[in-house]
């Protein structure tokens, strides 16, 4: 962080097409960190 930058931690990665599974890990808190969507 000294150079000004935040690398997010991501969690889990899905395709669009799976938007509702993706959706369901977030709501049952099941991650630790970001849940990306890909397009």
Not at 22 to 31: I, K, Q, T, V
Request: net charge positive; no cysteine; hydrophobic share 50%.
């Amino acid at each position: 962080m000294a150079k000004g930058t935040i690398t997010p931690l991501i969690s889990e990665v899905y395709p669009l097409a799976k938007a509702a599974v993706a959706h369901r890990a977030m709501e049952a808190s099941s991650h630790f960190g970001k849940i990306v969507l890909t397009v």
